[in-house]
C-alpha cells in the first residue's frame, strides 16, 4: 500500500502491514514532523522499518539525532560507502543535501532500542546507514544512498532482502 505523506500511524496500522517503508522524497528533515511522529510509533511496537535517503534521515530525526544541510549536496554514481556491519565497500548512487548528525564511534541508546551507524561514506565520513536494535536482533534500519536506482550501481540490492527477512522474522514470532 502506497500510503499519502499526510497518513498518520492508525492509518498505517489498519492496514495490518509487515513492514514501514520510508522512501526517498524532498524536503528539510528538521521541517518535517508528521511522518517522524508515525515513524515513532511504528518504532514503539516493533513494526519492522527500512528508510532510503529521506526515509534515512526521518528515521534518524526519530531516533533523537539531528540533522544537517551538507555544504555540497552528495550527487552522482560510483560514491563509496562502507557497509559496517560486514566490511564490504558497495559502489552508490547519492542524490541528497542533507545528512544524519549521528556518532560514528559509538552506539547511542534510543527509547526504541541501541543506534548504531551501519554506512559510512568513505569520501567524507558522512552517515549512510542506521541500524536499531533491540535485544541483540534488528529492528529496523536505513540507508541514505540508492540501493533502488535503475541507472546506477546494484551493489545494495541485498537491504530488499533484508528487508523481507526482517518482516519474516517477525510475522514469525
Known sequence: HVMPATASYADVAALRPDGLFFSNGPGDPSATKTQIALLQEALKVGLP??????????????????????????????????????????????????????PLDQQTQTPYGLATVSHVCLNDDVVEGLELHEAGKLKAFSVQYHP????????????????????????GA
Open 49 to 102: 522499518y527500512f528508510g532510503i535517503c529521506f526515509g534515512n534521515q526521518l528515521f534518524g530525526r526519530a531516533l533523537g539525532f539531528d540533522t544537517y544541510k551538507l555544504k555540497y549536496g552528495h550527487r552522482g554514481i560510483n560514491q563509496p560507502v562502507m557497509d559496517r556491519t560486514t566490511g564490504k565497500v558497495e559502489v552508490t548512487a547519492h542524490n541528497h543535501g542533507f545528512a544524519v548528525a549521528a
Open 148 to 171: 533502488e536506482a535503475a541507472a546506477g550501481p546494484h551493489d545494495a540490492a541485498y537491504l530488499f532482502d533484508r528487508f523481507c527477512d526482517l518482516m519474516s522474522a517477525q510475522k
